[in-house]
């Protein structure tokens, strides 16, 4: 008489828990990056509500921005790595750049962020 057999074998166990310690592996090491990626976004929100568009300039902008990246301790992006332009009425500041997390020896994941805020309403001139 054959039982059938109940349970996962010893290779049924291995199919199953090493792409979820995979996944795991990857999520610990790009929380790094995106909780970077929060600070900037975070810094980028707190000047869209410091400055009017009146009042402000590209200079003022980017300085207000180190004072914020420097608070949160954003080492990448630089401040410079932030461009800042004037569409009308309003100031554009747009942050877009790429990061990289380190994998296995010579192998890391790059992700791309990108977030803008403006300044402003783009009519008032």
Known sequence: MRTKQRGLTFIGW??????????????IRLTPVYLNYMKVAR????????????S???SAIR?????HFDIESVDYPTVKDIQ????????????????QAP?????SIQVA?????????PGND
Not at 43 to 54: G, H, V, Y
Not at 85 to 96: E, K, L, M, P, Y
């Open 113 to 121: 962020f990108h977030k803008v805020v403006q300044i402003g309403s």
């Open 56 to 58: 402000a300039n590209a």
């Open 14 to 27: 291995l199919v199953l828990l090493v792409p979820l310690a995979l996944v795991f592996y990857t999520g």
């Open 84 to 99: 800042i332009n004037r569409d009308g009425g309003a100031w554009i500041v747009d942050a877009t750049f790429d990061d």
């Open 103 to 107: 994998l296995f020896s010579n192998i």
């Open 43 to 54: 810094s980028l929100d707190a000047i869209q509500t410091e400055f009017k568009a009146d």
């Open 63 to 67: 300085n207000s921005l180190g004072k």
